[in-house]
Protein backbone atom coordinates (compact mmCIF):
# COMPACT_ATOMS: atom_id res chain seq x y z
CA UNK A 1 0.00 0.00 0.00
CA UNK A 2 1.20 3.51 -0.93
CA UNK A 3 2.18 5.07 2.64
CA UNK A 4 1.35 8.59 1.42
CA UNK A 5 -2.58 7.61 0.97
CA UNK A 6 -2.41 6.56 4.51
CA UNK A 7 -0.24 10.01 5.63
CA UNK A 8 -3.31 12.26 3.78
CA UNK A 9 -5.86 10.25 5.32
CA UNK A 10 -7.38 8.44 2.09
CA UNK A 11 -7.35 5.04 4.06
CA UNK A 12 -7.86 6.00 7.66
CA UNK A 13 -11.24 4.77 9.43
CA UNK A 14 -12.69 8.06 10.00
CA UNK A 15 -12.17 8.71 5.93
CA UNK A 16 -13.68 5.65 5.55
CA UNK A 17 -16.36 6.15 7.83
CA UNK A 18 -16.97 9.29 6.18
CA UNK A 19 -17.50 7.49 2.52
CA UNK A 20 -20.06 5.17 4.03
CA UNK A 21 -22.08 7.38 5.48
CA UNK A 22 -21.48 10.08 2.38
CA UNK A 23 -22.83 6.49 0.19
CA UNK A 24 -25.36 5.88 2.64
CA UNK A 25 -26.89 9.41 3.04
CA UNK A 26 -27.21 10.05 -0.76
CA UNK A 27 -28.86 6.87 -1.49
CA UNK A 28 -31.47 7.79 1.71
CA UNK A 29 -32.13 11.17 -0.21
CA UNK A 30 -32.77 9.30 -3.61
CA UNK A 31 -35.04 7.42 -1.63
CA UNK A 32 -36.92 10.06 -0.09
CA UNK A 33 -37.82 12.13 -3.16
CA UNK A 34 -40.51 9.53 -3.92
CA UNK A 35 -42.25 10.45 -0.91
CA UNK A 36 -45.30 12.97 -0.95
CA UNK A 37 -44.25 16.42 -0.56
CA UNK A 38 -44.89 16.82 3.42
CA UNK A 39 -43.99 13.42 4.25
CA UNK A 40 -40.05 13.76 2.50
CA UNK A 41 -39.49 17.61 3.85
CA UNK A 42 -37.75 16.64 7.12
CA UNK A 43 -36.30 13.47 5.90
CA UNK A 44 -34.35 15.58 3.15
CA UNK A 45 -33.18 18.25 5.98
CA UNK A 46 -31.90 15.58 8.41
CA UNK A 47 -30.14 14.21 5.00
CA UNK A 48 -28.46 17.10 3.63
CA UNK A 49 -27.39 18.13 6.46
CA UNK A 50 -25.42 14.73 7.54
CA UNK A 51 -24.38 15.19 4.24
CA UNK A 52 -22.62 18.42 4.46
CA UNK A 53 -21.66 17.59 7.90
CA UNK A 54 -19.98 14.30 6.85
CA UNK A 55 -17.96 15.78 3.43
CA UNK A 56 -16.70 18.76 5.33
CA UNK A 57 -15.24 15.96 8.06
CA UNK A 58 -13.68 13.89 5.44
CA UNK A 59 -12.08 17.25 3.91
CA UNK A 60 -10.89 18.01 7.21
CA UNK A 61 -9.10 14.69 7.99
CA UNK A 62 -7.89 15.15 4.45
CA UNK A 63 -5.82 18.18 4.96
CA UNK A 64 -4.58 17.05 7.95
CA UNK A 65 -6.67 19.43 9.96
CA UNK A 66 -7.91 17.11 12.21
CA UNK A 67 -6.82 14.16 13.52
CA UNK A 68 -7.98 11.01 14.84
CA UNK A 69 -9.06 10.37 17.74
CA UNK A 70 -6.60 7.70 19.77
CA UNK A 71 -6.70 7.05 23.36
CA UNK A 72 -3.26 6.33 25.06
CA UNK A 73 -4.21 4.59 27.60
CA UNK A 74 -7.67 2.40 26.72
CA UNK A 75 -8.11 1.06 30.20
CA UNK A 76 -8.40 4.05 31.87
CA UNK A 77 -12.17 6.14 31.75
CA UNK A 78 -13.61 2.95 29.96
CA UNK A 79 -16.31 2.30 32.69
CA UNK A 80 -16.94 6.17 32.27
CA UNK A 81 -17.33 6.36 29.08
CA UNK A 82 -19.57 2.87 28.97
CA UNK A 83 -22.11 4.69 31.89
CA UNK A 84 -22.22 8.07 29.89
CA UNK A 85 -23.57 6.00 26.70
CA UNK A 86 -25.99 4.32 29.33
CA UNK A 87 -27.23 7.07 30.43
CA UNK A 88 -27.67 8.55 26.99
CA UNK A 89 -30.01 5.41 25.82
CA UNK A 90 -31.49 5.78 29.16
CA UNK A 91 -32.05 9.49 28.87
CA UNK A 92 -33.91 8.74 25.10
CA UNK A 93 -36.18 6.56 26.34
CA UNK A 94 -37.33 9.38 29.47
CA UNK A 95 -37.51 11.92 26.32
CA UNK A 96 -39.92 9.98 24.99
CA UNK A 97 -41.92 10.35 28.15
CA UNK A 98 -41.20 13.71 28.55
CA UNK A 99 -42.51 14.02 24.57
CA UNK A 100 -45.72 12.66 26.10
CA UNK A 101 -46.33 14.34 29.08
CA UNK A 102 -45.03 17.88 28.71
CA UNK A 103 -45.14 18.19 24.80
CA UNK A 104 -42.36 18.24 21.91
CA UNK A 105 -41.04 22.17 23.36
CA UNK A 106 -40.83 21.51 27.51
CA UNK A 107 -39.56 17.73 26.36
CA UNK A 108 -36.50 19.03 23.99
CA UNK A 109 -35.87 21.60 27.01
CA UNK A 110 -35.04 19.30 29.70
CA UNK A 111 -34.01 16.27 27.50
CA UNK A 112 -31.12 18.72 25.76
CA UNK A 113 -30.63 20.27 29.72
CA UNK A 114 -30.09 16.61 30.80
CA UNK A 115 -28.39 15.45 27.48
CA UNK A 116 -25.59 18.32 27.79
CA UNK A 117 -24.77 17.96 31.52
CA UNK A 118 -24.86 14.05 31.33
CA UNK A 119 -22.27 14.47 28.80
CA UNK A 120 -19.95 16.48 31.11
CA UNK A 121 -21.33 20.11 29.84
CA UNK A 122 -21.35 22.04 33.32
CA UNK A 123 -21.09 25.52 31.92
CA UNK A 124 -25.13 26.33 32.80
CA UNK A 125 -25.22 29.69 31.31
CA UNK A 126 -24.29 28.21 27.89
CA UNK A 127 -26.13 24.88 28.41
CA UNK A 128 -29.63 26.75 28.92
CA UNK A 129 -28.95 29.38 25.92
CA UNK A 130 -27.82 26.68 23.51
CA UNK A 131 -30.87 24.47 24.67
CA UNK A 132 -33.21 26.86 24.00
CA UNK A 133 -31.78 28.18 21.29
CA UNK A 134 -32.18 24.25 19.70
CA UNK A 135 -35.22 23.48 21.31
CA UNK A 136 -37.32 26.79 18.89
CA UNK A 137 -34.83 25.79 16.32
CA UNK A 138 -37.10 22.07 16.46
CA UNK A 139 -40.20 23.76 17.23
CA UNK A 140 -39.83 26.12 14.37
CA UNK A 141 -39.16 23.11 11.93
CA UNK A 142 -41.98 20.72 13.00
CA UNK A 143 -44.72 24.19 13.54
CA UNK A 144 -43.57 26.10 10.70
CA UNK A 145 -41.50 24.67 7.94
CA UNK A 146 -43.47 20.98 7.87
CA UNK A 147 -46.58 22.54 9.16
CA UNK A 148 -47.27 19.26 11.94
CA UNK A 149 -49.71 19.32 14.37
CA UNK A 150 -48.56 19.32 17.71
CA UNK A 151 -49.83 16.81 20.44
CA UNK A 152 -50.75 18.25 23.32
CA UNK A 153 -49.47 17.34 26.92
CA UNK A 154 -50.51 14.69 28.70
CA UNK A 155 -49.79 16.95 31.89
CA UNK A 156 -52.46 19.89 30.77
CA UNK A 157 -55.17 16.72 30.27
CA UNK A 158 -54.90 15.34 33.75
CA UNK A 159 -55.03 18.78 35.25
CA UNK A 160 -58.01 20.06 33.23
CA UNK A 161 -55.38 22.58 30.90
Sequence with gaps: MDRSLIKKGFLSTGFLINLGLLIVGAYLLYLASDYPDMARTFPRLVLVMILVITAVDGFLLLR??????????PSEGVSRRQMKVFYMVVLMFVYYLFLVIFSLGPGTLLFLLLSGWTLGYKKAKRLIISSVIITAFVYVIFRVVMDSILPEAAILKIFGG
Aim: hydrophobic share 0%; aromatic share 0%.
Design 64 to 73: GKKEETTSEK
